[in-house]
C-alpha cells in the first residue's frame, strides 16, 4: 500500500494527457497549508481504526477501534501566535480477537478523559506537549506511535503536486505517558482544491518514515519499546475555518521489545485509521475580525468601575 501511495506522489505531474495523446497544460493552483484556531474553538473528531498486532511470530491479534477525540483552543499567544490546545479521548469502544477466538468488547481505557495540553503553531510545529499527571502511567488505545491528526506543514503556500519535506523529532504526549519520542520524515504532495464531505477543501498527500522510543512499565517491569515506522495518507483541511476535516492513513510498525528478562522480541503492528470531523463549535471570536487582548480587557474593567 505504501509502495502504491508513493507511486501515486511521484507520477503527479503538471501536465495531462488527453485521448488524442496531445498534451494539456494544467491550471496552476495555490494551496495553503495551516492552522487556524481561535480561544473557545471545540472540535469533536469520530475515529475508527482496524489493528493487526503479532508479537514474537506468535498469532495475530485483530482490533476494531472505535473513538471520540477533544480538542479545545484554550488560548492564543499574543506574541508568539501559538495554539495552546486540550487533546483528550472521551470515548472509546473496542473489538478484540485474538487468532479464530469469539470477539471481545471492551469499554473502558486509563486513557479517557486524559488531559494533554498541546502547544502548536500555525502550521503545526509542535513547541511543546505534556499531560495533566506525568506520574500516572498509561498508554493510548492506538498504542505509542498512533498517527496525529494534526501534521506538521512546516511551509505554507504551495501549487498543486509541488512536494516537500519535514523533518522533526516530536514528544507524543497525546499517546501515552512515559511519553514516547519519535524521529520522522515526512514527503508532503500539494492536490488541487476539491470539495469534499460538503466542504471546500485544501489537501495534501504524505508519506511519512520515522523511528520512536518508549519505555513502558508495567507491574514494576520496565520495557523498552523501538518501533521503525512507514506511513501513507490523505489530510483534507477546510478552506474556509483551517481546521482539520478528516484523515486517512496506513501505518506498519516493526518493533523491538526489550525486557528486562528475556532477549529482545520482534512485533508488528499495522493499522488503517481514519479522523472525520464529528462536530465543531466555533469561537465567539472567530468570525470577528479581531481578537480580544488584555489590554482591551481591562479597559472594559475600568470603565465598568
Known amino acids: 500500500m505504501l509502495y502504491l501511495l508513493l507511486l501515486i506522489l511521484l507520477n503527479c505531474g503538471l501536465y495531462a494527457q488527453d485521448t488524442l495523446g496531445i498534451e494539456e497544460e494544467k491550471p496552476v493552483v495555490l494551496s495553503e497549508y495551516y492552522y487556524k484556531f481561535y480561544p473557545g474553538d471545540t472540535l469533536n473528531y469520530r475515529f475508527s481504526s482496524r489493528d ?31 495554539y495552546y490546545l486540550t487533546y483528550s479521548l472521551k470515548n472509546y469502544i473496542v473489538d478484540e480477537q485474538f487468532n479464530d477466538m469469539e470477539k471481545i468488547r471492551r469499554t473502558n481505557s486509563p486513557w479517557i478523559d486524559r488531559k494533554v495540553a498541546l502547544v502548536i503553531d500555525s502550521t503545526g510545529r509542535r513547541v511543546q506537549s505534556s499531560v495533566d499527571n506525568p506520574t500516572l502511567y498509561a498508554m493510548s488505545p492506538g498504542g505509542a506511535f498512533q ?24 514528544t507524543l504526549a497525546e499517546n ?74 496506513t501505518t506498519e510498525q516493526r518493533l523491538k521489545i526489550t525486557t528486562p528478562k528475556k532477549e529482545a522480541m520482534p512485533g508488528y503492528q499495522y493499522t488503517s485509521i481514519v479522523y472525520e470531523l464529528d462536530s465543531f463549535k466555533p469561537s465567539k471570536f472567530r468570525y470577528k475580525q479581531e481578537l480580544p487582548t488584555n489590554s482591551i480587557n481591562k479597559k472594559k474593567i475600568k470603565k465598568r468601575k
Open 176 to 249: 501515552g505517558v512515559p511519553y514516547p519520542i519519535m524521529k520522522q520524515s515526512t514527503l508532503f504532495r500539494a492536490q488541487l482544491p476539491i470539495d469534499t464531505l460538503g466542504f471546500a477543501t485544501y489537501s495534501a498527500n504524505f508519506i511519512k518514515t520515522a523511528t520512536g522510543t518508549v519505555t513502558t512499565i508495567t507491574n514494576d517491569t520496565k520495557i523498552l519499546v523501538e518501533a521503525i515506522i512507514s506511513l501513507g495518507g490523505t489530510l483534507y483541511i477546510s478552506k474556509k475555518d483551517m481546521i482539520p476535516l478528516a484523515m486517512s492513513a
Open 147 to 170: 498517527p496525529n491528526l494534526l501534521l506538521n506543514f512546516k511551509e505554507v503556500y504551495k501549487v498543486n503536486c509541488e512536494s516537500w519535506i519535514v523533518t522533526s523529532t516530536d
Open 52 to 82: 493487526s498486532i503479532i508479537i514474537d511470530y506468535g498469532k495475530a491479534l485483530t482490533k476494531d477501534r472505535y473513538e471520540l477525540y477533544e480538542i479545545v483552543c484554550d488560548s492564543v499567544g499574543k506574541k508568539n501566535k501559538y
